[in-house]
T-cell receptor
Framework: EDQVTQSPEALRLQEGESSSLNCSYT??????LFWYRQDPGKGPEFLFT???AGEEKEKERLKATLTKKESFLHITAPKPEDSATYLC?????????????FGAGTILRVKS | DSGVTQTPKHLITATGQRVTLRCSPR?????VYWYQQSLDQGLQFLIQ???????AKGNILERFSAQQFPDLHSELNLSSLELGDSALYFC?????????????FGPGTRLTVL
């Protein structure tokens, strides 16, 4: 069964203090790994898609990387507005459909 | 704004009742997905439609059903509601039904069953 584990569950950073979030996955035939940001009571906001090991993508202060077993979301010099829950999801090879299997998320708080 | 719309934003109802949640996908997207998010279960896939046809099912209860109409909007019907059905329900859409496509989520419907 496809599984996604995110760590840490929660992370508190000072403004400007860089860090990384981890997403470990077990899936048969990865078709894509997705990162989303979710603010309280809102829908997940798409950030990145990674397809193969070694791939990297960047957007402002965020950089996502992928290996064969895990993905990292690096946050460089975070600001308070980066505070949110970050969700990782995988899409696996399958005969029908392309559901996303989500991890539980990492709650990030950035203090000024 | 993802371009996916959902109505209503909030729904408060009683146990045993039936409700309908509505979703309009982004312009041009053919696939619609429904997810449930509760505090203890996280985001769970319920069902996927592609161009009007059911494509995949997750752990969707028999009391729940969905459909996608010719104009591509979708409805999720929840019946015989129980307290445990209280959750955020999200709709997402993607361009096609193939793997690797990003899914864009709507703002959600918060369902409270009293």
């Amino acid at each position: 069964e496809d599984q996604v584990t995110q760590s840490p569950e929660a992370l508190r950073l000072q403004e400007g203090e860089s860090s990384s979030l981890n997403c470990s996955y077990t899936v048969s035939g990865l078709r894509g790994l997705f990162w989303y940001r979710q603010d309280p009571g809102k829908g997940p906001e798409f950030l990145f898609t990674l397809y193969s090991a070694g791939e990297e993508k960047e957007k402002e202060r965020l950089k996502a990387t992928l290996t064969k077993k895990e993905s990292f979301l690096h946050i460089t010099a975070p600001k308070p507005e980066d505070s949110a829950t970050y969700l990782c999801a995988v899409q696996a090879e399958g005969r029908y459909g392309n559901k996303l299997v989500f991890g539980a998320g990492t709650i990030l708080r950035v203090k000024s | 704004d993802s371009g996916v719309t959902q109505t209503p934003k909030h729904l408060i109802t009683a146990t045993g009742q039936r409700v309908t949640l509505r979703c309009s996908p982004r312009s041009g997207d053919l696939s619609v997905y429904w997810y449930q998010q509760s505090l203890d279960q996280g985001l769970q896939f319920l069902i996927q439609y592609y161009n009007g046809e059911e494509r995949a099912k997750g752990n969707i209860l028999e009391r729940f059903s969905a459909q996608q109409f010719p104009d591509l909007h979708s409805e999720l019907n929840l019946s015989s509601l129980e307290l445990g059905d209280s959750a955020l329900y999200f709709c997402a859409s993607s361009v096609s039904g193939t793997s690797g496509n990003e899914q864009f989520f709507g703002p959600g419907t918060r369902l409270t069953v009293l």
